[in-house]
């Protein structure tokens, strides 16, 4: 819940500080077709704000609460967003296009020292927008 708050606050350190060091992901839906990849924490927090400042008025809902699985290992959520292409990101200008998009995350967290849990691996699968 934290990491979709962040994305919502456009807050990159709060995004930044869902992840472990080095996170794992897979996006089953992009180009990359599920192939696996490393990413430190700061990286996710920058993926996400190229992706916000597209989208400024992009808002998160959560279609069902996240869940962990019956292990405690990772946890399940749907969600979707919604906004408008109205910024440039990426090297990329705006086409007003509306952002209707929706999918699920997997997450796998890990305990961390201290007690707080962090996201070590992340698997997503979307649909798609223009930007």
């Known amino acids: 819940?934290?990491?979709?708050?962040?994305?919502?606050?456009?807050?990159?350190?709060?995004?930044?500080?869902?992840?472990?060091?080095?996170?794992?992901?897979?996006?089953?839906?992009?180009?990359?077709?599920?192939?696996?990849?490393?990413?430190?924490?700061?990286?996710?927090?920058?993926?996400?704000?190229?992706?916000?400042?597209?989208?400024?008025?992009?808002?998160?809902?959560?279609?069902?609460?996240?869940?962990?699985?019956?292990d405690g290992k990772w946890v399940w959520c749907h969600w979707a967003e919604t906004g408008t292409w109205s910024g440039e990101s990426c090297g990329l200008k705006p086409d007003g296009s509306v952002l209707e998009v929706s999918g699920h995350t997997r997450f796998e967290v890990e305990k961390q020292e201290g007690g707080e849990y962090k996201i070590a691996r992340q698997v997503v699968y979307r649909t798609f927008a223009n930007w």
Do not use: W
Request: charged share 30%.
């Open 1 to 70: 819940r934290r990491y979709f708050e962040g994305v919502n606050k456009q807050d990159h350190a709060q995004i930044s500080s869902c992840f472990t060091a080095t996170v794992e992901l897979r996006d089953m839906c992009g180009p990359s077709r599920g192939k696996l990849r490393s990413a430190s924490a700061s990286d996710m927090g920058d993926r996400c704000m190229d992706f916000v400042a597209a989208h400024p008025d992009c808002i998160v809902r959560l279609e069902t609460e996240p869940r962990l699985d019956r």
